[in-house]
């Protein structure tokens, strides 16, 4: 049969090859009409851009991606950016906002969302942190205490003027971030040592507003998780903080597959407001660094600037010393650029909504039956077993039509079964994450004691391949570097380049301008011996890595 394609984003409208974003720009404003119409295309249907398989081919031939002729999904290595919307769009992760710079998370990306919440919450209450939320509207005076803070934020900021039909005696700003509200309820929280340390965490929406967007990764709107601590000493607020990046360092090898570099910011990268800033820098598959979660020493600061004190245990008043945390829906951008390829989204199992996906097989009436049933019951036993599966019984699409729609919203593991696997009491077994015939496992049983294991062992088999393969990607895509002109080189073949640096903030700027590449991090893994700066030829004590970045 001919092949059923979806339109792409970038087949309905003709963008400049310099596409830089999912919104229209012109004149530093989005235009949304045009593209909001698109969008209703992808969501009236689901249909990827596959070859259909009639069942007979693909009972004969289970080798459903191999019978895919034409790929509606833009290739990587194409173009990222148009790649990397083509999968928002297909996998049904997000959709346009009707508010510029905005989208709507569907419940299959925001099903990642939920993993992540999953994972990092047990990890918050572990260390002794309670969940709460604070209010979205902020006073703008509260901004204005802090003042490298409003400096840093104020072209980000979005403010309420008028509330009831009525201007408002004060500018509302819609909550950038909470240091200063959370601050102000601190002041009356806190009074003695006994009180401290006080730590909370809020699942919140924030605004900024960006001129540049890009869904997941930059946005008007979106969502995080925002950690904030008083402590009694400046060691414990160091110790919060370090531990806090450490939580998002390991939920990013273990549970993401993705190897960042954590590591601390410099002065000119660092929190407005803040003394120190933390982070975790990971390589997307274009090899631009994403800033995937930051962790924020903020000293006394806010303290001062809130008159936040405490009585210490000598009855002398003391500013309390604090930390701010924090990893938002740009870590779904970031799974998703580390791990897809061309046919789409590919997920670690340990945040896939769905870990496998089951596809019946038939091509007469009378085998339908008896395939069901023992789908059905696979289904069960899975389920039991705490694997997260689902049954594609729809008969309104082929067996190969559907190979290929499950591996384009990145599901880590395919069952096949037809007539003559249900005969012989086996199933068919497909990897997301290797293509084709290689990927396939023949003759697996049917009996739990068999099946389960196999399953099991196979999506850890893929989580530790994915991060392999990561890292792989990573390492051979980082330079070290003794000059100016070797670090401008590797920057400008899209690599990172690592080297020693004691420069001043005007010749981290002049890099910036010169290459498009930033300070993202000094990393907590130093090496050894004697170091001199690249820039300066000074002694250096560590290295620094320079990438361009999202």
């Not at 003709?14 to 530093?28: E, V």
């Not at 068919?428 to 290797?434: A, E, F, G, H, W």
């Not at 981290?508 to 893994?525: H, Q, S, W």
Request: glycine share 6%.
């Amino acid at each position: 049969m001919g092949a059923l394609r979806l339109p792409s984003l970038t087949s309905i409208f003709t963008f400049s090859p310099a596409r830089s974003s999912l919104f229209f720009r012109r004149n530093n404003h989005f235009h949304l009409r045009n593209l909001t119409s698109a969008t209703k295309v992808f969501a009236k249907s689901t249909t990827p851009a596959v070859t259909e398989v009639s069942p007979a081919d693909s009972n004969n031939q289970k080798t459903g991606p191999g019978q895919q002729q034409e790929q509606g999904i833009t290739p990587r290595s194409q173009d990222f950016n148009a790649w990397y919307l083509d999968v928002i769009s297909m996998a049904e992760l997000a959709d346009y906002g009707p508010v510029r710079g905005t989208m709507v998370i569907r419940p299959y990306g925001y099903a990642i969302w939920e993993a992540i919440q999953d994972y990092l919450n047990v990890k918050f209450k572990e260390t002794g942190h309670s969940n709460m939320y604070f209010p979205q509207f902020i006073p703008y005076s509260f901004i204005e205490k802090e003042a490298s803070h409003v400096e840093g934020f104020s072209p980000e900021l979005a403010l309420v003027t008028v509330g009831g039909g009525k201007e408002l005696e004060e500018k509302l700003v819609v909550r950038p971030t909470s240091e200063t509200i959370v601050n102000h309820m601190f002041t009356q929280w806190i009074q003695s040592y006994r009180d401290l340390p006080l730590m909370i965490n809020q699942w919140a929406n924030v605004t900024r507003w960006e001129m540049r967007t890009k869904p997941f990764i930059r946005t008007l709107e979106f969502l995080w998780q925002e950690g904030h601590t008083a402590h009694a000493t400046p060691e414990e607020a160091e110790k919060e903080a370090m531990q806090m990046i450490d939580v998002y360092t390991k939920f990013s090898y273990e549970e993401a597959a993705i190897p960042v570099i954590p590591g601390r910011k410099s002065r000119v990268e660092t929190f407005a407001g803040a003394d120190k800033t933390y982070t975790i820098e990971a390589m997307m598959g274009d090899r631009k660094a994403l800033q995937a979660g930051t962790s924020h020493n903020l000293g006394q600061n806010f303290s001062r600037a809130f008159n936040t004190q405490f009585a210490d245990e000598n009855g002398q008043r003391q500013h309390v010393w604090q930390t701010s945390w924090a990893i938002s829906t740009r870590f779904v951008g970031g799974i998703i650029m580390t791990h897809g390829d061309d046919a789409g989204l590919m997920l670690p199992p340990r945040l896939a909504s769905v870990q496998v996906v089951i596809v019946p097989i038939w091509k007469k009436a009378n085998e339908k039956t008896e395939v069901l049933d023992a789908a059905l019951s696979i289904k069960d036993v899975l389920h039991a077993s705490g694997i997260k599966v689902k049954l594609d019984d729809s008969d309104q699409r082929t067996p190969g039509w559907k190979f290929n729609f499950w591996e384009m919203k990145g599901v880590p593991l395919r069952i096949e079964i037809g007539p003559r696997d249900v005969s012989s009491r086996t199933v068919v077994v497909s990897r997301r994450d290797i293509p084709g015939k290689p990927g396939k496992v023949f003759g697996i049983s049917m009996e739990p004691s068999v099946l389960v294991p196999h399953v099991k062992e196979k999506l850890d088999e893929i989580q530790l391949s994915l991060l392999e393969k990561a890292t792989a990607f990573r390492d051979s895509n980082i330079v070290d570097v003794s000059s100016y002109d070797e670090l401008k080189e590797a920057i400008s073949q899209g690599k990172w380049a690592r080297g020693p640096w004691v420069g001043s903030d005007e010749d981290e700027l002049m890099v910036k301008e010169e290459t498009g590449a930033t300070i993202r991090c000094f990393p907590f893994d130093q090496p050894l011996g004697p170091k001199k700066c690249l820039m300066t030829g000074s002694s250096a004590e560590e290295v620094a890595i320079f990438a361009k970045s999202y």
